[in-house]
């Protein structure tokens, strides 16, 4: 988790954010999201599937998202482009930090305060390296 990358400009902007923070601000962003989800001790979110093979065809997947030590069935929607030699899936979906038993960041009494409910999105790329066989190249 200590590699995310936190206020990307170009998600901002899908997101329509239209302010840039510091990079002072990205860094205290950043430290206090690593404090709030304790990836001292918690250092990795999974998402695991033992099926994507629906995802071809325009289905849902189940997953188990594993974060701060808890486990959470969730159906996904993946988009795949199924390229020469490479495989693109692209989705996003929400979750709520409650439900992993992250208490979301909140400073001066509240009057500043993280959203419960997240929206994420991801992005992941596989090519082959070998006869039929696909590698994540991120």
């Known amino acids: 988790l200590a590699s995310l990358v936190v206020d990307n400009p170009q998600l901002r902007a899908e997101g329509g954010f239209t302010t840039t923070p510091s990079e002072k601000d990205i860094k205290g962003t950043t430290r206090n999201m690593l404090k709030s989800i304790d990836a001292d ?11 994507c093979l629906p995802a071809l065809g325009g289905e849902e997947i189940g997953v188990v998202i594993s974060l701060h030590g808890v486990k959470q069935n969730l159906q996904l929607a993946i988009d795949v482009d199924q390229l020469e030699r490479e495989l693109l899936l692209k989705g996003n979906f929400s979750l709520r930090q409650s439900d992993f038993g992250i208490e979301p960041f909140s400073i001066m009494g509240g009057l500043l305060r993280v959203e419960d409910q997240l929206e994420l999105s991801f992005e992941i790329a596989l090519t082959e390296v070998g006869q039929n066989r696909l590698t994540n190249t991120n």
């Open 41 to 51: 001790n918690f250092p990795y979110a999974r998402v695991q599937s033992q099926n």
